[in-house]
């Protein structure tokens, strides 16, 4: 079939030449030889025969055809040489037959018997198959295992981790299962889904970390008061601990170093200071500091976490805009804050509190804040802190407040110094509350001072023994040899008020002086600063309650007197005074820059006002009585006596120029001052009753005067120059009293003697007999007097035949009259 398959594919042969014919003979060798070695299919080869040429299919059949007998040839040849042997083959099979079956039943027999011995070992051979397979299977499962176990474990330390809130750790974690663990088990779907949950865990340790620095932030805003007053005692203990040292150095006794053991405080030659100096003298509590009140871990693991996760600049940022924050809210005071030390002390607790948590993350992280941030923040703090205390401590009166206040900036300011900030401008603001503290100083001691003139009794002081005398002198520096000398009981000139006000200038340089302490000021400026205090107290608070205790309407004469004299020995005690501040401060008076107590000018002043109103009271007084006089100005002749308002009045003087021999006597200035005084009252009260009476007669509502009248006015006036000359204060020189009155005894005289010729005819002359006497003065009385003769005359018209006398004096009192207008004319012109 094959073959007329390829007698059917072969083209019949064209007619071709030898050389042709050649070709093609080779061309079918190679198709034949490649068709009896080839049992791949055979199309590529029977196409190339078609393809060749024309009629190549008859020919390739002619020459199969003819390879076929050739082939059969071969094969024919063959078998005829091999027939015998294999006849020889056959009959020696056939002997072996018989052999053969036999050998076959013992084969098969034989088979049998191994199948069923081979049948159980096949049976346990199985069984150790699948063990093996099972052991193969339990080994790769192990060694899978061993390497998804550690990647378990490192997540169950992960989630135990975030269940401690070990955050930091937690995320370290991560980093390994990510990098090291689950590369190994990637291919393992648990280990995708937790590398897939890695991030969102990562998330929530940033969100937990967040809330976990919040509560922290909201933790140290409620209990920055109690770090604050910790750090502030703590500063406080150490600032009272080294004046303990310089005061036992100062004393000669501290020579060798001090050493500190089991908290008490010792020196090496036997010597030990107050344990716990201070407030805590009886405690021996330990001073926390602010790692013992606040848990930093927050931060420092946020810090951290935020570091890991490579976000730590937005960390930082945060932070530091809400304590920004936080700052602004803890700088901001109460509105009663001023009304007491408390509230002050809590403001300045939470501010130094803030401050010691920053500086104690500035020192233990690295960079979540630093120098730059936290001084910006004390800067800022700086400014609202100083515009705070100058608002409240405005507010304040009370001078034990603003102490307090003080002592509390000067804690704060060191405390807050030993954390590296600067303070100067708080110590310049205490500069601004020193004057603060000055003025309620000088408002306390005004009340002081008002109550202590207000009970005192303005009379000497009664001493009745000597201790009464000797506690006297020990609380004012009385020193007077006469006095001393006298027997008990004895008077001191001064009043009660004079050592009280002593003792009370004293406090105030003490008071002054509680303030001055741990400004850490030279004692130069410290004596600087109580003697403007206490020049502050004498010429202000002093000389205005001394003012005012003057010009009081119910302070008498008497009063008066006794605060010339108490103002006289306050003037001596000046200089004890400054002897008091030098001995407190060590500075020699005689320093270039030492200022000086204005004691003496307040007291001379305040002596001046007294005179003043000694004189000023007197004329009043003296006023009050000329209000009294009741002159009948139509009498026609005098009661032949003094007006009875008048020798009231004398009486009136009398009694109180008494009161001025209690001024001091002694030979000094001040006595010769007081003398003067006494002198220049006396002098004031004539003069001012001898221009009293020349007014009362020149009143121009008193239109005319009788000579009776100018009678009685005239014992009156006599009165007056008895008065004068009778010496009511001692120290007058001659007649210099009775001079006050000349006037009107020039013009009474010469009324009463009716001397007008000699007064025009000597007037403007230097030895007219009636020199003090004015011609409108002499005018306006005489006419007056022309007026009551008229009007006398005409009430006795009936009997003016008689009164020939009286009309000559009408003429002559007219020609006067001309004469003095002339006079008077001259003068205006």
């Given at each position: 079939m094959a073959r007329d398959r390829v007698h059917a594919a072969l083209p019949d042969p064209p007619i071709q030449n030898e050389e042709d014919n050649n070709e093609a003979e080779k061309a079918f060798g190679n198709v034949f030889a490649e068709l009896e070695s080839v049992d791949l299919p055979l199309g590529t080869t029977l196409r190339s025969i078609y393809d060749d040429q024309p009629n190549a299919h008859k020919r390739f059949m002619e020459k199969l055809d003819a390879r076929i007998r050739n082939h059969d040839r071969e094969i024919e040849k063959m078998c005829n040489f091999h027939h015998q042997g294999f006849v020889d083959a056959i009959t020696e099979l056939l002997k072996v037959r018989t052999d053969a079956e036999k050998l076959m039943g013992q084969v098969t027999d034989t088979n049998r018997r191994l199948q069923d011995a081979g049948r159980e070992v096949t049976a346990q051979t199985q069984e150790v198959i699948c063990c093996r397979i099972q052991q193969r299977n339990m080994a790769t499962t192990v060694e899978k295992l061993q390497l998804c176990i550690p990647v378990l474990e490192m997540y169950s330390k992960l989630k135990e981790q975030l269940e401690t809130k070990r955050y930091y750790a937690?995320?370290?974690?991560?980093?390994?299962?990510?990098?090291v663990y689950i590369p190994r088990v990637s291919k393992y779907r648990f280990c995708q889904i937790m590398a897939e949950n890695l991030p969102r865990l990562r998330e929530e340790i940033k969100e937990i970390s967040m809330s976990d620095l919040k509560d922290f932030l909201e933790s140290i805003r409620k209990h920055s008061d109690k770090v604050g007053e910790a750090a502030m005692r703590q500063a406080q203990q150490h600032r009272t601990f080294n004046s303990a040292i310089a005061k036992q150095v100062s004393l000669g006794h501290y020579t060798k170093p001090v050493y500190s053991l089991n908290g008490r405080t010792h020196t090496h030659n036997g010597l030990m200071f107050d344990e716990d100096i201070g407030d805590e003298d009886d405690t021996d509590e330990e001073v926390l500091t602010a790692q013992d009140l606040v848990d930093f871990s927050p931060?420092?693991?946020c810090l951290h976490i935020y570091t890991v996760l490579g976000d730590r600049e937005t960390f930082e940022n945060y932070y530091r805009k809400q304590r920004k924050k936080q700052a602004r809210l803890v700088l901001q005071p109460q509105?009663?804050?001023?009304?007491?030390?408390?509230?002050?002390?809590?403001?300045?607790?939470?501010?130094?509190?803030?401050?010691?948590?920053e500086d104690h993350i500035l020192h233990s992280t690295q960079g979540l804040v630093t120098r730059a941030f936290t001084d910006e923040l004390w800067n800022m703090a700086l400014s609202k802190i100083i515009a705070v205390l100058?608002?409240?401590?405005?507010?304040?009166?009370?001078?034990?407040?603003?102490?307090?206040?003080?002592?509390?900036?000067?804690?704060?300011?060191?405390t807050l110094q030993d954390y590296g900030f600067t303070v100067n401008r708080l110590f310049d603001l205490l500069f601004e509350v020193r004057d603060q503290y000055n003025e309620t100083l000088l408002k306390k001691w005004a009340l002081v001072f008002r109550e202590i003139f207000e009970l005192d009794n303005y009379s000497p002081i009664p001493v009745e023994t000597e201790e009464e005398y000797k506690l006297v002198v020990s609380r004012f520096p009385f020193h007077d040899a006469e006095i001393e000398k006298q027997e008990f009981p004895k008077k001191l000139p001064m009043s009660q008020s004079v050592p009280q006000i002593y003792t009370q200038v004293k406090e105030l340089i003490y008071a002054s002086l509680k303030f001055s302490e741990s400004l850490h000021r030279s004692s130069t400026e410290i004596d600087d600063m109580l003697r403007k205090s206490t020049n502050l107290l004498l010429t202000r608070t002093l000389s205005s309650c001394l003012q005012n205790l003057i010009k009081k309407p119910h302070t008498g004469l008497t009063e008066l007197v006794q605060i010339i004299i108490n103002t006289t020995h306050l003037e001596q005690a000046c200089r004890y005074l400054e002897e008091f501040i030098t001995n407190i401060t060590n500075?020699?008076?005689?320093?270039?820059?030492?200022?000086?107590?204005?004691?003496?000018?307040?007291f001379k002043d305040a002596r001046h006002a007294a005179e003043g109103e000694i004189y000023t009271k007197l004329n009043q007084k003296i006023d009050e009585f000329i209000q009294l006089a009741d002159y009948e100005w139509g009498m026609a002749e005098s009661d032949g006596r003094a007006s009875g308002y008048l020798m009231d009045l004398i009486n009136f003087l009398r009694s109180t120029f008494q009161v001025f021999t209690h001024l001091p006597n002694n030979n000094n200035d001040h006595a010769s001052m007081s003398g003067k005084v006494a002198q220049t009252a006396c002098m004031s009260a004539c003069k001012h009753l001898s221009t009293s009476l020349m007014q009362m007669l020149l009143d121009t509502e008193l239109k005319q005067i009788s000579m009776g009248a100018i009678q009685q006015f005239n014992?009156?006036?006599?009165?007056?120059?008895?008065?004068?000359s009778s010496e009511p204060v001692p120290g007058f020189q001659g007649d210099t009293l009775q001079l006050a009155f000349i006037d009107l005894r020039q013009l009474l005289d010469l009324f009463m003697v009716w001397d007008w010729s000699t007064y025009l005819a000597d007037y403007g002359q230097p030895t007219c007999k009636y020199l003090r006497v004015n011609p409108a003065t002499a005018l306006a009385l005489l006419e007056k007097v022309y007026r009551g003769m008229k009007d006398t005359s005409k009430k006795n018209n009936i009997f003016s035949q008689f009164r020939k006398n009286d009309r000559d004096k009408q003429k002559l009192i007219e020609t006067v009259v001309k004469q003095l207008?002339?006079?008077?004319?001259g003068m205006s012109s």
């Open positions: 937690a995320l370290k974690t991560m980093e390994q299962l990510e990098k931060v420092y693991r509105a009663n804050m001023h009304e007491t030390v408390e509230g002050y002390r809590r403001y300045f607790n939470q501010i130094v509190g803030f401050f010691v948590v100058r608002t409240h401590s405005s507010y304040c009166d009370d001078p034990d407040l603003v102490l307090e206040l003080k002592n509390l900036i000067v804690i704060f300011a060191d500075v020699s008076p005689e320093t270039v820059h030492t200022t000086r107590l204005y004691g003496l000018s307040t014992l009156d006036v006599i009165q007056c120059e008895l008065f004068a207008r002339s006079l008077v004319n």
